[in-house]
């Protein structure tokens, strides 16, 4: 992601990898309990739950990245 995506990051190395780590993990969490509170408690159908699960996971995880893993040094102002 740092050399493809965002390449233009100001942060060091190291903390992009800790904060791309902190938000790749808490990708997992919200995935399995959306997936949970959308297949057992509101009873929607795997594959749809799954398809709206990940389309979530992957814009939650664009937007973190951007804004929090990899900024660059004109997001802070």
């Known amino acids: ?11 060091k190395g ?3 990898l800790f904060r791309y780590f902190v938000i790749f993990v808490s990708s997992l ?3 399995y309990w959306l997936l949970k509170l959308l297949v057992e408690v509101l009873h929607v159908y795997a594959v749809v739950a ?5 389309t ?3 814009l ?4 973190m ?3 929090y893993s ?7 102002l």
Do not use: E
């Open 1 to 11: 992601m740092k050399f493809v995506v965002f390449h233009d990051s100001t942060i």
């Open 50 to 54: 799954q398809v709206i699960t990940t």
């Open 56 to 58: 979530i996971i992957v």
């Open 65 to 67: 990245q951007r804004h």
């Open 70 to 76: 990899f900024r660059k040094r004109s997001d802070l």
């Open 60 to 63: 939650f995880s664009y937007i």
């Open 29 to 31: 969490f919200i995935n």
């Open 14 to 16: 190291r903390i992009q």
